[in-house]
């Protein structure tokens, strides 16, 4: 993979780059080209390798995802799902790197998944204003429920039944 926060970290260390203005103090094009050489330094090795294999590639109309057609692809198939109304907008909980500055992958959020117990409960808490209804409140810390005096909900927002 040419791109994403594996190179970009491997750069980042190897060049002391803490943050954004650090990357803009080098310059994008001088980081741009410290990735690519990153990307293909193996690339002799990795051909040697594949061929004891006994796989075929053809190594010399390949591709790699920071080519400029693979990428016009890429945003070729994307127009043609948003003109197909595939795409749009929403709200949803991302994983983020404070210290990267950046969205994280699923790919790289899995590497430091953990299975951990974690105590949760939910319970249901009656509604004042309506009879027969309910909010349920999810918590990981159970035990503080006897001290909890209320619940509170945002007015404008659009709770499920």
């Not at 650090?22 to 002799?44: F, H, L, P, Q």
């Not at 061929?51 to 693979?70: A, E, P, S, V």
């Not at 500055?101 to 299975?115: H, I, R, W």
Request: charged share 25%; glycine share 4%; proline share 5%.
């Amino acid at each position: 993979d040419c791109h994403g926060l594996p190179v970009e970290h491997e750069i980042d260390k190897a060049h002391n780059i803490n943050s954004k203005a650090d990357v803009m103090n080098w310059g994008i094009a001088n980081y741009n080209e410290a990735c690519r050489s990153i990307v293909t330094r193996y690339t002799k090795e990795w051909r040697d390798i594949v061929t004891r294999f006994g796989r075929w590639i053809d190594f010399d109309n390949d591709y790699k995802t920071m080519d400029r057609n693979f990428m016009e692809s890429v945003w070729w198939v994307f127009k043609q799902l948003y003109n197909k109304g595939l795409v749009y907008r929403a709200f949803r909980v991302m994983p983020y790197s404070t210290a990267l500055c950046t969205p994280l992958s699923n790919f790289e959020v899995a590497q430091g998944y953990k299975d951990v117990s974690d105590p949760s409960i939910i319970v249901a808490f009656p509604r004042r204003d309506k009879e027969n209804s309910y909010l349920l409140i999810w918590t990981t810390t159970p035990w503080t429920l006897p001290s909890n005096q209320a619940v509170s909900v945002n007015p404008t927002f659009k709770y499920l039944r």
